[in-house]
């Protein structure tokens, strides 16, 4: 969910022709915007992975012993 309503976010902005942000200079706008919501996107991409994987193991190891059984 994280993802998605920072995407959304980033959408947002770049659709309204960055109204909210486009009066910051650049180098504010990078530390103050760029950076954290970029830190927002890959870290919560990087989870999704990360968990997702993990819970496909687990569907893969339970399906398995049922199989077995």
Not at 2 to 22: A, H, P, Q, R
Not at 51 to 60: A, C, M, S, T, V
């Amino acid at each position: 969910m994280t993802l998605s309503k920072t995407v959304l976010y980033w959408m947002n902005e770049y659709y309204s022709g960055f109204d909210n942000i486009g009066h910051n200079a650049m180098m504010q706008l990078l530390y103050l915007w760029i950076i954290p919501n970029g830190a927002w996107l890959v870290g919560s991409a990087y989870m999704i992975y990360s968990l997702g994987g993990d819970i496909i193991q687990g569907l893969e190891t339970a399906s398995a012993h049922v199989k077995d059984e």
